[in-house]
C-alpha cells in the first residue's frame, strides 16, 4: 500500500465550488506539505505543518486553507474555486525538515 | 520566486548515452534534492545533498555540487528509456526558508531507445 495517499485523483468543478483535497500518510511523519504544479513549471509551496499544532503558509496560500486533523491527515481547501486553480495538487510528507520528502499521486483538479 | 533554474529545459539522447542536467540557485542552501517525476505522477526523491558536501552518488547517478558558484549538476551515466522522465532540483535554505523545498522548473529527459 502506498504510504501517501490523495483523494480524490482526479476532481472537475464550476467556479465558485468548495472543494476539498484529502492527504493520509502512513509514515508516521510529522510535516506536511501541500504543493500545486502547473503545467512546464515547477512545484510550488500552498502550505506546510511541521506537527498537529503548527500550520503555516507558503509560498501561494492566497485562496486555500488547510487543516491538520491528526498527524496523518492534512486537507487542502478551496473556498471558492476559480479557473486559474485548475492544476495538478501534491501532498508530501517528511520526517524532519532536511531530509527528503515523499510525495503522494496527486489530485488532477480542474476548475470549469 | 523560483530559487532553482534548470538547464537544459529538454534533453533528448539515445540509450546508453549519458544525461547531465544543471541546476543553479540564488540564495545559499542548508542542501540540495533531486526528484524525478514520470509524466503526471508524483515526484521521486532521487539524491540529498547537503551544503558542506561536494559529490554524491547512488547506482548510475552522480550529482555534483559547487556552493561557490551555487550550481549543481546530476550525471545519469548509461541511460535507459525507463530514465525517460522530468527532473527537479530542490533546494532547502535556512532563516525563514528552513523546512521548505523550493523547485526549479525541471528538465524534461526523453531517451530513445
Known amino acids: 500500500d502506498a504510504d501517501v495517499t490523495q483523494t480524490p485523483r482526479n476532481r472537475i468543478t464550476k467556479t465558485g465550488k468548495r472543494i476539498m483535497l484529502e492527504c493520509s500518510q502512513t509514515?508516521?511523519?510529522?510535516?506536511m506539505y501541500w504543493y500545486r504544479q502547473d503545467p512546464g513549471l515547477g512545484l510550488r509551496l500552498i502550505y506546510y505543518?511541521?506537527?498537529?499544532?503548527?500550520?503555516n503558509k507558503g509560498e501561494i496560500s492566497d485562496g486555500y486553507s488547510v487543516s491538520r486533523q491528526a498527524q496523518a491527515k492534512f486537507s487542502l481547501s478551496l473556498e471558492s474555486a476559480i479557473p486559474n486553480q485548475t492544476a495538478l495538487y501534491f501532498c508530501a510528507t517528511s520526517e524532519a525538515f532536511g531530509n527528503e520528502q515523499f510525495f503522494g499521486p496527486g489530485t488532477r483538479l480542474t476548475v470549469l | 520566486s523560483q530559487q532553482g533554474e534548470e538547464d537544459p529545459q529538454a534533453l533528448s539522447i539515445q540509450e546508453g548515452e549519458n544525461a547531465t542536467m544543471n541546476c543553479s540557485y540564488k540564495?545559499?542552501?542548508?542542501?540540495l534534492q533531486w526528484y524525478r517525476q514520470n509524466s503526471g505522477r508524483g515526484l521521486v526523491h532521487l539524491i540529498l545533498?547537503?551544503?558542506?558536501?561536494r559529490e554524491k552518488h547512488s547506482g548510475r547517478l552522480r550529482v555534483t555540487l559547487d556552493t561557490s558558484k551555487k550550481s549543481s549538476s546530476l550525471l545519469i551515466t548509461a541511460s535507459r528509456a525507463a530514465d525517460t522522465a522530468s527532473y527537479f532540483c530542490?533546494?532547502?535554505?535556512?532563516?525563514?526558508?528552513?523546512?521548505?523545498?523550493?523547485f526549479g522548473q525541471g528538465t524534461i529527459l526523453t531517451v530513445h531507445p
Open positions: 509514515k508516521g511523519h510529522d510535516r
Open positions: 540564495t545559499s542552501i542548508n542542501n
Open positions: 545533498i547537503r551544503s558542506n558536501e
Open positions: 530542490a533546494t532547502e535554505s535556512g532563516g525563514t526558508s528552513y523546512g521548505k523545498l523550493t
Open positions: 505543518s511541521f506537527d498537529v499544532k503548527d500550520i
